[in-house]
Nanobody, 115 residues
């Protein structure tokens, strides 16, 4: 069992930055593929970024060049550095951990970008 807890969300102005963190409990963290997803108001959840156990990364086109995903396998934490934030980035951001049949989600953290 893995428990994921996000933090770092909040209100930020257009063009600002935030760093989200997702701390994981449990073992075998380094084996999990990790991801950040977001759900804008009134819309479906969408992929933001993923990072594999081998640290290969993948980004949604809308955040390429602005967001960076990283992981610290000692601290059992995955991060999402978000720069040049835009109002369209407003959403609930959730982290995800997948390994084989195991698939876990955090509760989410709200990010609001004011124009």
């Amino acid at each position: 069992q893995v428990r994921l807890v996000e933090s770092g969300g909040g209100l930020v102005q257009f063009g600002g930055s935030l760093r989200l963190s997702c701390a994981a409990s449990g073992t075998m963290f380094s084996r999990y593929a990790l991801g950040w997803y977001r759900q804008p108001p009134g819309k479906q959840r969408e992929l933001v970024a993923t990072i594999t156990s081998g640290r290969n990364t993948n980004y949604a086109d809308s955040v390429k060049g602005r967001f960076t995903i990283s992981r610290d396998n000692v601290k059992n934490t995955v991060y999402l550095q978000m720069n040049s934030l835009q109002p369209e980035d407003t959403a609930v951001y959730s982290c995800n951990a997948v390994w084989g049949i195991y698939n876990y989600w955090g509760q989410g953290t709200q990010v609001t970008v004011s124009s």
